[in-house]
Structure formats: C-alpha cells, structure tokens
C-alpha cells in the first residue's frame, strides 16, 4: 500500500540535520531538516515556569522556550500569560519557524510593548501543511504585557499566533507523517503533514478527518471527511488504537467502511505505540464483510501498493536502436554483457531525444523537434500537429500518454493526452485531447511526470521568458470511463528555493527526483519530499534527464556522455548507452 512512516518521537537534533535542504530563508541550497532515526522512548523535556522578577524580556523568551514543548510543557507556556489570554491561546493552530529561533530580536515599543523579529524560514498552520518562506523573508511579531502581582505577564499576542520555533525546536516538536486518501477501488495516496509528536494516535486521527488538499480536490476521496470522534482522544492498550466514532454521519455502504478501516490503519499504524486498529461507532465495531479486527495492514482490507509493474525490462538506447536489459546487468561494462538483442521496437531517430515508454511494455513514445510520435512492435508513427514547444512524454499507469507544451497562437501552457489503447496515431479516437490546468496557462511547461498511483502529476514549467522555475505537483482528475480531464485547481508547490529545475521523476509515493541547482551551484539531482524536505545528491556533470529502476538507490542521470548510475555516495559511469528507458517512467 501507499508508504507508511514509522513516526518517531521527534526529529533529529539540530546537529544532525546537515544532510538535508528544507525549509531556508535565503535561495542559496545549504544544509537544512532531516529526518532521524526512530527513538523508542520520547525524552520529555519540561521547560522552566516564570522567574520572581524576571523582566519582561526574559518573560517572553521564557514563553517562547516553553510554547516549543508540547504535553505539559504547554501548562507551563500558560502560566506565562494573563488568565484570559491563556484560555483563548491556541499553540497548534500555526507556527512560525524562524532563523534565530527565541534569540530574535527585541524591540521595546512604549512602555510595555515589545516587537519580536526574525528571518522566516517557513510556517505550519492548523492542519499540519509546511510552507517555505520566500527568499529573504522576514517577520515582525507585536506582544504586550501587563504586571500582575508585580511580575511580568504576556497580555497580547497578535491573532493566531501558536508558535515561533527555531529549525533545531521545530526538529524536535514535529514529525513528518502521511495522511491517507482514496483512489479508485483500492489505492491509498498519502499526502505529508507535520504533527506535534505526542498523542500521536490521537493527533493521526483526527488530521485524517480534515478536509482534502487543494492540490487533490477532485483527483481522491475520502470516507472520513466530516465524521466526529466520539471522546477526542484515540485510546491505545497493547499496541491497539481503539478509534471510536460519533454514530451521525457513518456510511453503512460497505464501500465506505472499507475506505474508513484503510484509510484509518495507515495512518493511525505511523504512531510508534500502535501496531493494530480497531474502529468501533459508539463502542460497537464497524463491520465489514470477512474482517476480523484489530486490523494491521491496509492490505488486511483489500488495499494495495501503487507501484510500477515490474514485467517490462527497461530499454537502453544506442544510438537509434533499443535493446532490452537486465538492469542488475546495466553496470557491466559492454555491450555484449548488458545486452542480448534489439527489441521489437523500430529504429528511433536521431531527432527524438526524450523516449517514455508504457507501463506494459507495449509502446513507446517520443518527441524531438516540435514531432510526438509513438512506436509499436514494428510500427512507428507520428502523431498529426497539436502543439509546440512539447516536452518529454509520459505514460500513467493506465497507459495514457501524456505531453505538455504551448497551445494556440495565444502560446499559452497546455497538457495533452493520448488515449495510448487507440491505433493508428492519427485516428479521431487517439488525437491528443486538451486537460484543464488554467494555473499552467501563463507557464511555459518544461517537464512532466505521472505518479505510479496515477493520481498525481509533477509539472515544471517556468514563466514565459524561461525564468522563475517551478516544481508543482497536482491531482489528476479523470471521467467515469477513467480518462483524464482536467489537473486541480491549486498546485502544490514543492522546493521553491531550486531554480533552473529541467527534469523529474516520481522515485516514491511521497518523492520525486529532480535535475536542478541554485544560481551559483553546478546541475545536480535533487531529492524533493511532499513534505517540502530537499536533498542534493552528488553533482552529474552535462545531467539532461533524469529516472529511476526503482526509489532513490537506483536513480539513473543521462548525460551528454552517457548515463550515470547512483552506486552510494557517488555516480558509476555506465560503459555503453545512450539513455535509458523505464516503463511507467
């Protein structure tokens, strides 16, 4: 099924986060979050309370420093505040994460006002979503005190204000986690939030219940959408999270609560406390059909991993030819050793540089100067003009080809696709068909690539003069009958720090791979999460495209000289081959 995290307590110290670009105020990419190991034991830490005479400044840092804890760390922030503040301050509605953390500046306004600023480095709102600053960003926060028993306390903080957390706290406090959602009968895809980490069965839970993404509105489903716990907490005894509902707004259809349990059991299952779930509506179990719970695995319930059918060898091309291999045989080192025969593809020109090739196996496409054209077993024609400026194709996993490229006179951003079941190319049935994306209509589309749940879409694309580069990623909405028809309505930009981004590829359900570099950085790959984390990969001199044999540790780079293998830390100089062509890629 969909990855599921295991979620650990927090994240790595700030010490230990050099191998990762994340959230960063300025363009320039230099070390930022990571990921840690898992912890089996959360270390608690209870921050001071309000000192006898403290000033006001060490009062609101002491605020600061404690509001950064969560369980009873939060007690202790309270106390900080005056009585009526303290009941309408709410930590978890927003974050701010700031360069200089508590240790920004302060700036006395009147006589008991004080203005806290810092360099943005990202924000976090009530649902868990992590936005990138933009470069350069700053923030300027007022807050006002009142002596109480002659001591210091915050009176005034400015509306929806929940954190102000350094990277190092903000490391610590939140976990990355994958929240659920349905796609067709029996996929689940995830979408990455950041939670405060304790009662993380109870948090898990009801994030699931929020409303769908943006960037997915119309592409998924969801059976949880709307429903009410019946107490707010998620009890868990002996590993199971026992997940009691309200009873009003409960679907009987068996569709439904199938939905709910998978939805349910791979998200609440990221809690590092919980290995089973239980669902129960007002203390009696949410029956379905051959269940018999607790229940461990999406897959208990019918769900499956979306994945990239592994029944076609990849093709590498020399030349015009295309010879099918075994990739355990791509790092040997000629021809006769990586190779058997060619394939039953014909000869592809010269003049097509970017080659997509069906999750089946069965057809190919390419495009090179201005021409699509898609290949069979011993056929090979071009698709009559639709458009220009075309990038490399791609097929979903339901064999769709998709194109992106310049429409109309008006030049503007469009997406095709080819309905890749019809032959000959130039049939009414198989003419390239025109996908809603009015967000792309002022963009100039560089790169496109299709998700194995064929759910999602990663588009780059860049402003009319060929700046401003943009990595986006948007839900794939499609008709009764399965075909595409149009993208959501609101993106979700990833990696805004990247610039000169021309190539991407899906190498996981929450990653995509991409070929970028900042204004001073040489082209490298780059691996950019749904969760906005950012990690550059050792530099591939001449890199033109970018794919993958199978998640990270298998990422291939064509370049002007040939392809280049990951092989760890570094790049193993594949000894024959053009480029390398991966079904469903």
């Given amino acids: ?17 050099s191998g990762c670009v994340g959230l960063h105020a300025d363009s320039t990419i230099t070390p930022g979050l990571e990921f840690g190991p ?70 006395q306004i009147g006589s008991t006002g004080y203005e806290l600023s810092g360099a943005l480095v990202g924000t976090v709102d009530a649902s868990g979503r992590l936005v990138p600053a933009p470069a350069d960003a700053t923030i300027t926060v007022r807050i006002g005190l009142v002596r109480e028993a002659g001591q210091w306390r915050i009176s005034e903080l400015p509306d929806g204000f929940g954190r102000w957390l350094s990277r190092g706290a903000f490391s610590q406090l939140m976990s990355a986690v994958d929240l659920h959602y349905l796609a067709g009968d029996d996929l689940l895809v995830p979408d990455v939030r950041y939670l405060v980490s304790d009662s993380m069965a109870t948090r898990l839970a009801q994030a699931q219940l929020g409303p769908i993404p943006g960037y997915l509105t119309g592409a998924v489903s969801s059976d949880l959408t709307g429903l009410r716990l019946l107490v707010d907490a998620v009890t868990v005894a002996d590993g199971v999270a026992s997940v009691d509902f309200a009873a009003a707004r409960v679907s009987p259809d068996p569709a439904a609560r199938r939905g709910m349990w998978g939805q349910l059991v791979a998200t609440v299952t990221q809690a590092p406390t919980v290995t089973h779930v239980a669902v129960t ?40 030819a295309l010879y099918p291999l075994d990739p355990a045989r791509l790092s040997q080192g000629d021809l006769d050793t990586v190779v058997e025969k060619p394939s039953e593809f014909p000869d592809v020109g010269t003049q097509f540089t970017d080659i997509a090739m069906t999750p089946t196996g069965t057809e190919i496409a390419a495009v090179g100067g201005g021409e699509l054209a898609r290949f069979r077993r011993g056929m090979g024609e071009s698709v009559p003009n639709f458009g220009s400026g075309l990038t490399g194709p791609a097929y979903d996993p339901d064999g769709w080809l998709w194109v992106a490229g310049r429409a109309g006179v008006q030049r503007s951003g469009a997406i095709w696709v080819l309905d890749g ?32 749940d064929g759910a999602r879409a990663a588009v780059i694309s860049t402003d009319a003069r060929g700046r401003g580069p943009r990595l986006e990623i948007a839900g794939v909405l499609r008709d009764p009958a399965g075909a595409p028809t149009a993208l959501a309505a609101e993106p979700l930009r990833l990696a805004p720090s990247l610039t000169r981004i021309t190539d991407v590829a899906w190498i996981g359900a929450t990653e995509v791979a991409v070929l970028a570099s900042s204004d001073t950085e040489a082209v490298a790959p780059h691996v950019v ?47 024959v081959g053009d480029d390398l062509v991966v079904a469903g890629r």
């Fill in 1 to 17: 099924m969909s990855r599921v995290r295991a979620v650990v307590g927090g994240l790595a110290l700030a010490a230990t986060l």
């Fill in 38 to 107: 898992e912890r089996p034991e959360r270390v608690v830490y209870l921050p001071p309370g309000p000192q006898a005479n403290a000033s006001a400044e060490a009062t609101i840092r002491g605020f600061l420093r404690a509001a950064a804890v969560s369980g009873e760390g939060i007690t202790v922030a309270r106390s900080f505040l005056t009585d009526s503040l303290a009941e309408t301050w709410k930590p978890d509605a927003h974050a701010d994460i700031v360069e200089e953390g508590i240790q920004g500046p302060l700036r």
């Fill in 281 to 320: 509506v007002e203390g009696a179990s949410l029956d379905l059909q051959g269940l018999a719970p607790p229940v461990a695995a999406p897959e208990d319930v019918g769900f499956r991993e979306a994945a990239v059918p592994a029944t076609s060898l990849p093709l590498l091309r020399l030349g015009t």
């Fill in 421 to 452: 079941r019809s032959w000959p190319p130039g049939s009414e049935a198989a003419a390239p068909r025109p996908l809603l994306a009015p967000w792309l209509a002022e963009r100039r589309p560089v790169a496109i690539a299709l998700s194995a």
């Fill in 529 to 575: 999460t749904l969760g906005q984390q950012v990690r550059p990969l050792p530099v591939a001199p001449g890199a033109e495209a970018i794919t993958t044999l199978g998640g990270e540790r298998r990422i291939v780079v064509t370049t002007a000289d040939g392809l280049l293998l990951r092989a760890g830390g570094t790049w193993q100089r594949v000894g």
